[in-house]
Each structure stands twice: as C-alpha cells, then as structure tokens.
C-alpha cells in the first residue's frame, strides 16, 4: 500500500535531488522552484536543461507544463516545495485535466515556509498534496515512503510517462548551495539546453 503524509521517512532534500539528478540521463528539463529546492538542484551540478527560478512562489509547475507542452519529446521535471505548490494549486486541475505525459512533478514537503522563519504551511495539518493531486484528476500520484521507493518512482515516471506526482516529506536542513542569481544567464543558458536559441 503507497504511503501517506504520516507513514512517510522523513529524508533529506539534498540528497532526493542528487538522487533525482543521477536518473537523468535524455537531456530532461528539470525546472526548480524558489529557495532551498533551487539551491539544491544547482547543488546536484548545473546542467544546461535545469532552470533556477527567482522570487516568484509557485511557478516551477507551470513552467515545467509549458516546458512539456512546447516540447513533448523531451521529459520535462518540476522540482517543487509544499509551500510554493500551495499557492498555485490549480495547476494541478489543469495538468490533470492534459494528462501531460511528459511532466513529472516532484514536491518535496517540510510543511514549513522554510526560507521566511520556517512558519507551518497547511501540509503541518490536514492538507495532503498527493490527495489533492488525486482528487485533480493525476492517478500517478504517490508518497515516496522512503528513499529507494523515491528512485523507483523518479525510474516509472522517466520510463512510463505521466503526468507522474512525487511527493517526499523532508526535513529542515537548508540547501547546500546558493544558485547565480543572474535571471538573464539562466534564461539563455536554459534556452540553449533546450535548443531553441543558439
């Protein structure tokens, strides 16, 4: 039986991402959202297919539907905090309603506001993400219980298509790196990886 909120290893986001990281392998966009994910992503190794967002709350998902959509051969991941996902929950209706095959969403939930004073999200109460991500209409949506069912889950995601919904409950260490904070480079850098400028 999946996991829920409650039953899920607590781990550590640092080392999901690298485990993420270590299943890509076809130029995949990885797309991280604000703060600690970010850092962690850049963390992992740059690539010239990740983007780093800036400043702006919940945005990772909906750049990664477009990404997905724009490119539909090439397998395109969000990497997401509870928090920011919760200020853009209707992008999952959205994806739900597509079925976006080519879009892997992976949040990664301390059910805190980390990066403002760590203040309770509403995944600290009653709010599971992965039964929302149901009840939107994503039927490949599940808690990875621990670290090895993460990896089995990023692998079906990668093989089997989507959209695909990975949830993770992580602790309250911060990101072991800190992104360039030039939105500039990072714009071009990640359209040259996605071959659409040269």
């Known amino acids: 039986m999946a996991a829920t909120s409650h039953?899920?290893?607590?781990?550590?986001?640092?080392?999901?991402?690298?485990r993420l990281v270590g299943h890509l392998n076809k130029d995949e966009a990885v797309i991280g959202g604000i703060g600690n994910t970010n850092f962690d992503l850049w963390g992992s190794g740059q690539r010239p297919q990740n983007y780093?967002?800036?400043?702006?709350?919940?945005?990772?998902?909906?750049?990664?539907?477009?990404?997905?959509?724009?490119?539909?051969?090439?397998?395109?991941?969000?990497?997401?905090?509870?928090?920011?996902?919760?200020?853009?929950?209707?992008?999952?209706?959205?994806?739900?309603?597509?079925g976006t095959k080519n879009l892997t969403m992976v949040v990664m939930d301390n059910a805190s506001y980390q990066i403002t004073g760590s203040q309770p999200t509403a995944t600290a109460q009653a709010a599971d993400l992965?039964?929302?991500?149901?009840?939107?209409?994503?039927?490949?949506?599940?808690w990875a219980a621990d670290e090895d069912e993460f990896d089995k889950l990023v692998a079906a995601a990668l093989s089997d298509g989507g959209p695909t919904f990975i949830a993770a409950r992580i602790d309250q260490k911060p990101g072991v790196a800190t992104t360039d904070r030039d939105p500039v480079q990072i714009r071009e850098r990640f359209m040259r990886g996605l071959g659409v400028r040269k």
């Open 52 to 98: 780093y967002m800036l400043g702006s709350m919940g945005l990772a998902i909906p750049i990664a539907l477009g990404v997905a959509i724009a490119q539909p051969k090439r397998h395109v991941i969000a990497i997401e905090g509870d928090g920011s996902l919760l200020m853009q929950l209707g992008c999952l209706s959205t994806i739900g309603t597509l």
């Open 7 to 18: 039953n899920a290893k607590v781990m550590n986001r640092f080392e999901l991402t690298k």
């Open 130 to 142: 992965v039964a929302i991500a149901r009840a939107s209409g994503i039927a490949k949506a599940a």
